[in-house]
Structure formats: C-alpha cells, structure tokens
DNA sequence: AACAAGAGGTACGGTTCCGTACCGAAAAAG
DNA sequence: CTTTTTCGGTACGGAACCGTACCTCTTGTT
C-alpha cells in the first residue's frame, strides 16, 4: 500500500494504517506532541479534549472507583490511540489516564476525529478496531489479576512496554509499577530481585533494562500474548 | 416516546431504545428462544453466529487463555446484548460466553445485525453505547479482581446477577461461582456460610436468594456500581 | 557542602486464600 | 427403591501477599 508523503516517519500503526481518502479528514489536524512522564492524558468523568496517537512513550489507563481504589486497566503505545469512549459516541473518559513513560507523538482535537469518523465508514472500521484491541487487553488484564501471581503480572507488564519502547530501557519506579499491578510497592522490590538473580532484567534507579526477553515470557507464560496476537489480526500486520 | 407495537412487553433494554424507524431492520428477524442453563452463545475464536437480546436469565462471558486458566470478565442480561465484537466490525468471539442461568430472549441473525448497523447511524450509535457499557464492566471486573476480597467479589456478583432477576432467588452452584470469580469452590461456600450467618440471604441446593441487599451492597461498596450508573448515563434512563 | 526528598532494601507478624482431601447429604438416574 | 452423581461442609498445612515500619542509598536542591 502506498504511503501519504505526510505520513512517512509515522511509526503508530492506527495513522500508518489511515486510508490514503481517509487522510485528508485527519492528518492536517494533527499536531505533534512531546509528553513528559506524570502528563494526564485524560480525567474520569471529564470531557476528552484530545486523542493521542504515540509514536514513542506508554500511557496507563486506570480505572479508580470513589473509595480511591485504583489498578491499571490497560496501556496504550504506538499500536493504538487514547480516547476510546469518543469512538464509542461518549465524550467523556472513563478511566484516568496519563503518560506513564514519556515520549512522544500527535494529538487530534476531539470533536476533529469524531467528526472524522461520521464521515467515514473506512476510518470509523479502523478506530473501532482499535477500541476493539484495547478491550481485549483489559479482559486479559482482568484475567491475569485475578489468576496470576505477582510474578507473573509484572513480567506482563514488563513484556507490554518493553514492547512500546524504542530502547530495552524501561524508565519507571517500584512504585508506580505497584500502583498499576495494584501491589505492595516492597512486593515489588523483591519480585525484581528475583528477575535481577536469574538474570532476566537489570536495574538502576528508577530504570530497568530487558536482558533476557525471552526468559521474561517464560514466566509470563500465557497471561502475555492474547492481546497481542489478537491486535495483529485485527490491523491485519503480517510482521 | 411511543414504543411500536410489536414490542409491547419487551423488557431488554437495548431493543426497548431501537428507534421506530429502525425498528423495520431488526424486529422483524428476532426469533424468541428460550435458553437453558450452560447453553453456548459463543465460543472464542469462532464466529460468531447469533447476537442475544435477553429477557430474563445471565450470561457469563469468559476470557480463557491457552493454559485453560479462565475468568468472567462481565455478565450481560436484559441490559444488554451479547455478541460485542460484531458491534466492533469483527465477526469471531474473543472469549467463551454461555447462560450461566437460564432464561429467554430474543436472537437475530449475526450478519442481519451486521447489515442493520451498517444501514442505521443510529442503530449504531445504540449498540456502540451498549457495547461501552460492558467495556466499563469489563474495567470495573479488572479492578474487583485486582483489589477486592473474596467477600467483597461475591457480594458484587450477587448484586450484579440480582439486578437481571426478576426474583429474589438466584440459581447457581458455589462450583459456578467459583469459576466466574476464579477462586476455590471451598472458598465460595466459606463466604456464603458468612453471608448466611448476617442474614443477607438464604440457600438451598443450588440456589441462593437475596434478602438483605443493601446489607450485600455494603459489603461489595464502590466495587458495586460504577458500570451500572455509567450504562443509565449512556443509555439515557431515568428510572 | 549540607540538606531534603525520592527511591529502594529488608524485615516481621498477620491475613487471605490456595491445594487438596475427605465426608455426608441431596438430587438425579437407573 | 437403589445406585450414581452432584453439591456442599469442613479441615489443615502452606504459599502468597499485605500493612507497616525503618533504614540506607541516591539524586537533586539550596
């Protein structure tokens, strides 16, 4: 399939797989985008301003309930783009929202690429497979929380963005990643010692590095890959 | 608003908001059927061949990966309509889903569904709502599963099964239950025996009534709720 | 250089829930 | 009415993980 000159360079898959008659409705609305770590993407219950598709970074969608529980629901990186309930026909956001590793990317004005998806039946059928793959990982997410032990839910997490990142370099803290897998932040801590003993990742500071991939997906074993798999076949990827 | 005729008596939700204009697209090839318990509505990775429009009854959806370990990721009754990846342009079921208690309904053809969507905006815009609402049921299930206690879980699925009753008893066995949740059967009837003891229900083989449910909503607090008020948002309902 | 703040290491008692197993009671099948 | 199956009650050791706390390193900040 040939390519718009606009687009060469454009790494997320949602643009890249955009109907050439289907640019014109989106590609002179979008403006490129730095988004530091922490940046909130979007807030529960609040009108989606923007969509976000990533060329580089992780967004964590969160679902929080009004007793301040919270766990992540599912992430979004250069395979998607944010904003699932404007697909959907709702305005609104769900979930919280925000760039959990930084990176970079374009954003659409909402009512743009709503208004974009009216028109067309083709771009419409594309953002609502998109939707679809992000409803695959949270039932997938639901899964592994329910069944999975901490181990396993982290090399998951571990696999999902290190599938996003450019670089093996995972820049995040035990912290944050115990508030997405809904755990101890010491819990945490030790369950990296025991990927760090076998060799799997190393760490620094507020980093860790993917060493041995396919020893991760070991552990993971079948709670990692559904989404993946299924993301492929819908967008019709054959690499 | 006027209901047409020929839904007179019509208690899912979803068909009772399908606009009379609309109404010549589906009404006329919904086929009444009654659905037994652990009857199949769909299987993962086949198409998907009949979408449901339930009266009375439960379905289970079910995500199951390849190493046969399984949970419900939602439940869907007279709220809703099964069948939500052909809302989303896919034609194959992403997870396993079958009448966890029997009841009846209403099914209509997979690709007359397909063709009314594709013919109707909105008839679209209908189904997309319907399919959110479960999407935001699928979060709410992620984050039970993650964060809440046995008591807690259960208490939330009572509750969620209660609503698409039109009795107070529930049919069901701890086994089932304890599959939907993805914890010991023993477990289930440890936490039912507790329920018995506070006097929030009564059971009999293989049935369970409700009797006191604010007591069961207390138990279950904010991770009750939260897909059930979004879907009366989405759906426009006032009562 | 001194300080504050953030990140991570470690520990310990306590709770929740699992894996497994055995038994009796109720319902279904013959 | 007997046999078989399903369902539910109960138990026990053990694993996983929590809540909490305290301490030590880094890494910015002043």
Chains 1, 2 share one sequence.
Not at 54 to 65: K, Q, R, W
Not at 70 to 91: A, H, S
Not at 112 to 130: E, F, H, P, Q
Not at 173 to 200: S, Y
Request: net charge neutral; with cysteine; charged share 25%.
């Amino acid at each position: 399939m040939l390519e718009s000159h606009a687009r060469v360079g454009i790494r997320n898959r949602i643009l890249h797989k955009v109907a050439l008659e289907d640019w014109d409705l989106i590609g002179p609305h979008l403006e490129p985008v730095t988004l530091k770590e922490r940046q909130v993407i979007e807030v529960p219950h609040k009108p989606i301003t923007h969509c976000y598709f990533l060329e580089i970074g992780v967004v964590s969608v969160v679902a929080v309930d009004n007793e301040d529980h919270r766990i992540e629901v599912g992430v979004i990186g250069y395979e998607g783009v944010t904003g699932v309930p404007l697909i959907m026909g709702d305005n609104r956001a769900q979930h919280s929202a925000y760039m959990q590793i930084g990176g970079t990317g374009h954003r659409i004005p909402a009512d743009v690429l709503v208004g974009a998806i009216a028109k067309s039946d083709t771009l419409r059928a594309l953002m609502l497979k998109s939707a679809q793959g992000f409803m695959i990982q949270t039932a997938q997410t639901a899964l592994a929380n329910g069944r999975a032990k901490l181990e396993q839910r982290l090399a998951r997490w571990l696999l999902m963005a290190h599938d996003r990142m450019t670089s093996d370099a995972v820049p995040l803290t035990h912290e944050f990643l115990a508030v997405m897998l809904g755990v101890r932040r010491a819990g945490v801590t030790v369950a990296i010692h025991g990927f760090e003993r076998r060799g799997l990742v190393t760490t620094r500071r507020g980093e860790l590095t993917v060493v041995n991939r396919p020893g991760i997906e070991l552990i993971a074993s079948s709670f990692y890959g559904t989404p993946e798999t299924e993301l492929k076949r819908l967008l019709g990827d054959t690499k």
